[in-house]
């Protein structure tokens, strides 16, 4: 199931926001504002679909270059 996340304004990573939903309901999913607790910094954020996206499950990307 694609998951949706967040770029942490912290630490710049892409992080999961705990939603996790096909892309046909994201299209759908009205523009929220939401909390979470950010896994990469421990802070908390606040969110809304305007900068989440909705991605495909896989695995953590290899270090970028710079
Ligand atoms: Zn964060």
């Known amino acids: 199931m694609p998951m949706?996340?967040?770029?942490?304004?912290?630490?710049?990573?892409q992080v999961p926001t705990g939603l996790d939903?096909?892309?046909a309901s994201w299209e759908t999913l009205p523009v929220?504002?939401?909390?979470?607790?950010?896994p990469a910094c421990g802070a908390e954020h606040v969110?809304?679909?305007?900068?989440?996206?909705?991605?495909?499950a896989r695995p953590v990307d290899p270090p970028s270059h710079p």
């Open 21 to 23: 939903m096909d892309q």
């Open 32 to 38: 929220v504002v939401s909390t979470m607790r950010c």
């Open 47 to 56: 969110w809304s679909k305007t900068y989440a996206r909705c991605e495909p």
């Open 4 to 13: 949706v996340t967040m770029r942490c304004p912290c630490t710049g990573q």
